[in-house]
């Protein structure tokens, strides 16, 4: 186990092109400053992002994954978020049979105008993970 003050999380964040993504570009444009320990992974719609995506980056090193998504009501396919949701739900419950633990996968909703929101959410996510400490040991 990495031990140590000098260790950062290993973070993927999935990030919706029409929505979180666009709120990323706008943290940007604000000049929000966020954890560089991010690595943002745009898909088409977070109902791309599947269990076994979210376990891979586990496996390749990942101490944690976001998926960052429209909010309700605002998908551009109707309703990807929503099955979206039914998805992280199953993989919480696969991260806990493991070991690994669903605290470190989230689900949030950003929209494009949410830049702000969208730093606040990457440090946040980054600070709980910092705590919890490094997943190896664990895969």
Same mark, same amino acid.
């Given at each position: 186990?990495?031990?140590?003050?000098?260790?950062?999380?290993? /973070?993927? +964040?999935?990030?919706?092109?029409? *929505?979180?993504?666009? !709120? &990323? #570009?706008?943290?940007? @444009?604000?000049?929000?400053?966020?954890?560089?320990?991010?690595?943002?992974?745009?898909?088409?719609?977070?109902?791309? /992002?599947? +269990?076994?995506?979210?376990?891979? *980056?586990?496996?390749? !090193? &990942? #101490?944690?994954?976001? @998926?960052?998504?429209?909010?309700?009501?605002?998908?551009?396919?109707?309703?990807?978020?929503?099955?979206?949701?039914?998805?992280?739900?199953?993989?919480?419950?696969?991260?806990?049979l493991l070991g690994i633990g669903r605290?470190?996968?989230?689900?949030?909703?950003?929209?494009?105008?949410?830049?702000?929101?969208?730093?606040?959410?990457?440090?946040?996510?980054?600070?709980?993970?910092?705590?919890?400490?490094?997943?190896?040991?664990?895969?």
């Amino acid at each position: 186990m990495r031990t140590g003050t000098d260790w950062r999380p290993k /973070v993927v +964040a999935f990030c919706c092109n029409w *929505c979180a993504y666009a !709120g &990323a #570009d706008l943290a940007g @444009v604000t000049r929000r400053q966020y954890s560089p320990d991010v690595r943002i992974v745009r898909v088409m719609c977070s109902s791309r /992002v599947d +269990a076994g995506l979210i376990l891979e *980056c586990f496996d390749r !090193g &990942a #101490d944690g994954v976001m @998926v960052l998504g429209c909010h309700p009501g605002d998908c551009h396919y109707i309703s990807g978020n929503v099955r979206e949701e039914l998805r992280v739900q199953d993989a919480w419950e696969l991260l806990d049979l493991l070991g690994i633990g669903r605290e470190r996968l989230i689900l949030r909703w950003i929209s494009a105008a949410e830049g702000e929101l969208f730093g606040r959410t990457i440090d946040d996510f980054c600070a709980l993970l910092r705590d919890l400490g490094p997943l190896e040991g664990r895969r």
